[in-house]
């Protein structure tokens, strides 16, 4: 029980903030109300704790063992939410509002996790504190997987819920616009600390 109440506020802290996730949750509440974001939503909190569960099971242990294969996700990753901020910079309101844009599937939103930098760093974190020497390992990963599930749904609904409740009021296209570009920035910058870590794997190798 401890165990849990320890990880539950580890998660919630940590799904709770921003993120690429909740970025992208809330511009495609923003962009395409809540309704048409819920696939976008599930494939979010169903798919970054089964990411957790794989983590702790084995991938952790591959990536141990093949760390330039982990590094090559991460630049994947990079490349992928750069070319996603561009996307949601120059997305056209009008456009939008007549169907010429779609917002995430479920499985595209489940995958994104695997391509997540913040993601990895919350699964390998999790798993790294929260599980014991000597301890029944397979539960300790399945209590850690629990918590992220419970917290999913509200932490990333809320900002969700958010972006909807901004759709109302950015009602002329250029608002969207700038709500879009502001979106596009932060999603930036939640990406330097994982090029920060590339750079330094790839050019500044441990002396």
Do not use: D
């Not at 320890?6 to 919630?12: E, P, R, S």
């Not at 495609?28 to 976008?40: F, R, T």
């Amino acid at each position: 029980m401890e165990l849990f109440l320890a990880v539950l506020f580890f998660a919630f802290s940590t799904t709770i903030t921003p993120g690429p996730n909740n970025v992208m949750i809330m511009s495609s509440g923003v962009n395409y109300g809540i309704k048409a974001s819920v696939p976008h939503w599930l494939g979010i909190c169903l798919g970054f704790p089964l990411m957790v569960l794989l983590v702790g099971l084995g991938f952790g242990v591959v990536f141990e063992r093949y760390p330039h294969l982990h590094q090559l996700i991460k630049v994947v990753g990079v490349v992928y939410l750069i070319w996603l901020a561009w996307h949601i910079a120059s997305a056209e309101p009008k456009a939008i509002e007549k169907g010429k844009s779609k917002p995430f599937s479920f499985i595209q939103a489940a995958l994104f996790q695997w391509v997540n930098g913040k993601a990895w760093v919350m699964a390998s974190g999790a798993v790294a504190a929260f599980t014991t020497v000597g301890g029944v390992y397979w539960l300790e990963v399945s209590v850690i997987t629990a918590a992220f599930l419970l917290v999913a749904f509200p932490c990333v609904g809320a900002w969700l819920v958010f972006g909807a409740a901004l759709r109302a009021v950015l009602t002329k296209p250029l608002f969207q616009r700038i709500f879009n570009i502001c979106m596009a920035i932060i999603l930036l910058l939640s990406v330097v600390p994982v090029v920060l870590e590339i750079w330094h794997y790839y050019f500044m190798p441990a002396m």
